[in-house]
């Protein structure tokens, strides 16, 4: 593919790779133009989000799986921590082969997790609170149990079409079995994300159908206008009409496949071997804006005053690609994004260069720095705008990920810089849940692979059982590579109190063991009200990001010191001109000594409270500080 960007293989312990990466640039002394149009701000731009998984959030009959009247009841603390809108990740109705992203009915409410008068009543909540909603859009493809597909593969009627169905090529080891026919072969060897072949055979068709994703997760066929019309219908306009404030979109830039590649090879990779990638046949295909601006046209624009959030999940894009979903076009920029800003996980994605868990590497500052302020000087534009984040259900826990000594204090030090960082750059701001109380990873050491519930980490510790069935060492690296960088990582129950299930749920079960540390302090009820605690001090943070937005959410950004292995330090400068804010923040075990220029006077924030002396221009282990 021709851009800027190397497109990355995509390992099978995560979904599809969702990132954009960039080579080299040096934005140490780039401030971009902030965007100054306050009168015709988008809210969403100023907003701060706050990611539920819903079978993880809280448990309120004992089912052991969390439900929608679980954060109906959360709500008031949500809206006291300073979140303005609620991404609900899928509620719908389906098989849960893949957690809600396969899903059997789009106008419907999972059982389990309630009904559609529980959902009624949770979006009229949250607005009653002066909050926002997002849920996610997932029509990428649908659960094998979907009614559309259940038809399409019998091969006659209305459906039949509304999936990619191909013609298998001829075998040439014809079965030897009477009773069992030959089965052609699949019409190319693309590899499915989550491991094994991209295409799976339907005996009542007799032909293959694609899934870029599990076989329970058919691809739908865009090409079909009938497709597009009862996609918008179904999974848009219904919720809209419901009330909702926008969508983040699953997997948003690969509904348009290319028609010529779904019958050619792809390169075998270390990561599909044998089979071979499927990225340059369906990443940013011939008619994805086409559909984005349909999409725009026909349902988006004519809800929430034509400005509903919708953040996309974007595969391996240039940064010229991705201005094209989310700048604005003609010659007075009159026409609207496709997209309001995607992701941009090259930060959260540092140290997994070489896509497999086993090769996972610590993360490198300097790199962090440039992926961070990368999407800064990029998209923060007039006509663009950015996400910020650092966790979210297919990533690990960010404390986690960032080594230090043992000193459990350490841990509650990194979570609160971590925040400093995140909360004093410019872009809407997402959390994760149980990120305000600083939930880590789950632990190699006392979990086993019969804890685990991804499909992904599932498959590819299955594989590499197979690839490598007697070397112990290799075993160790796989296990312990899932462990830093597995999705159930951000996927065990959120942690409410230093009792059963960490308060999660009274049942005698969890659908998905709970993280042991919640006995160690990392709860909400043991942190809040608790002056130092993670919990109140994201609090703090939250609020001075709003006190101070034009500045923090809306300001220019400038590295001083990109190269430094152990601290990073940057200047903020308000929209507008007025004001500005350095912040330092030390990555290390070492003290450091730094500077500050002499209008840095003021000390807005630190994340060692009163443990220490702040007059001295030196910063402690894990240290960070915010001066105005």
Not at 127 to 153: C, E, P, Y
Request: contains cysteine; proline residues 6%.
């Amino acid at each position: 593919m021709a851009s800027s960007l190397q497109t990355k293989t995509l390992p099978p312990t995560t979904n599809l790779t969702m990132e954009i990466r960039h080579n080299g640039l040096d934005t140490s002394s780039i401030t971009p133009k902030p965007n100054t149009a306050s009168s015709k701000r988008s809210w969403w731009k100023t907003t701060t989000v706050y990611q539920i998984w819903p079978a993880s959030f809280l448990d309120t009959t004992g089912s052991g799986l969390g439900d929608l009247r679980g954060i109906i009841c959360k709500l008031p603390y949500l809206h006291n921590l300073g979140i303005e809108t609620i991404w609900l990740s899928p509620m719908y109705d389906g098989p849960q082969q893949d957690m809600g992203y396969d899903i059997s009915d789009y106008t419907a409410i999972y059982p389990p997790y309630g009904t559609m008068e529980d959902m009624e009543e949770l979006i009229a909540k949250i607005h009653a609170l002066g909050m926002r909603i997002i849920l996610d859009l997932v029509v990428n493809h649908t659960s094998d149990q979907h009614k559309w597909f259940q038809s399409s593969k019998t091969g006659n009627g209305l459906h039949k079409d509304w999936y990619i169905w191909r013609d298998g090529k001829p075998n040439p080891k014809p079965s030897t079995d009477a009773n069992k026919p030959t089965i052609p072969l699949p019409p190319n060897n693309w590899a499915s994300v989550f491991g094994g072949p991209a295409w799976t055979w339907c005996p009542s068709r007799q032909q293959y159908y694609l899934h870029i994703f599990a076989p329970g997760q058919p691809d739908l066929d865009w090409e079909n206008d009938a497709v597009r019309a009862a996609v918008h219908k179904d999974a848009l306009r219904f919720w809209f009409e419901k009330g909702i404030d926008g969508f983040r979109v699953d997997t948003c830039n690969i509904y348009s496949k290319n028609q010529k590649l779904l019958a050619r090879d792809g390169r075998v990779t270390e990561r599909t071997k044998p089979l071979g990638e499927c990225d340059p046949g369906i990443i940013n295909g011939p008619r994805i804006h086409e559909f984005w601006s349909e999409m725009r046209r026909e349902v988006i624009n004519k809800y929430v005053g034509g400005d509903p959030l919708m953040v996309g999940e974007l595969a391996d894009s240039s940064v010229e690609e991705t201005l094209r979903f989310i700048g604005r076009t003609g010659p007075k920029k009159e026409v609207k994004e496709e997209l309001s800003m995607v992701f941009d996980f090259s930060y959260v994605d540092l140290g997994r260069e070489d896509a497999l868990p086993h090769l996972i590497k610590p993360i490198d500052l300097p790199a962090a720095k440039r992926a961070m302020g990368t999407r800064t000087s990029n998209y923060l534009t007039a006509g663009a705008w950015t996400s910020i984040f650092k966790e979210n259900h297919d990533r690990p826990r960010s404390v986690s990920r960032h080594p230090g000594p043992t000193d459990p204090k350490n841990w509650s030090r990194i979570a609160k810089l971590l925040a400093m960082m995140t909360g004093t750059l410019s872009g809407t701001l997402f959390l994760y849940q149980g990120e305000e109380i600083g939930m880590t990873n789950i632990n190699p050491d006392t979990w086993s692979p019969g804890d685990l519930k991804d499909i992904a980490s599932l498959n590819y510790l299955q594989a590499m059982r197979e690839r490598y069935p007697n070397d112990p060492v290799m075993w160790d690296k796989a296990w312990r590579g899932v462990c830093a960088v597995g999705r159930d990582n951000a996927r065990t129950p959120v942690q409410w109190a230093n009792r059963k299930n960490g308060g999660f749920s009274d049942g005698s079960r969890t659908w998905m063991r709970v993280n042991e540390n919640y006995r160690e302090g990392v709860n909400v009820e043991e942190q809040e009200g608790k002056q130092g605690s993670v919990l109140e001090f994201w609090r703090r943070m939250l609020k001075l990001r709003r006190r101070e937005e034009g500045l923090f959410v809306l300001g220019g950004y400038r590295c001083v010191d990109e190269e430094n292995e152990r601290t990073w330090t940057f200047e903020k400068t308000a929209d507008g001109g007025k004001g500005r804010a350095w912040v330092v923040l030390n990555f290390s075990d070492d003290e450091v000594e730094f500077e500050r220029p002499k209008w840095a006077r003021e000390l807005a924030l630190t994340n060692y409270g009163g443990e220490r002396d702040t007059k001295e221009d030196k910063l402690a282990p894990w240290e960070g500080r915010i001066y105005m």
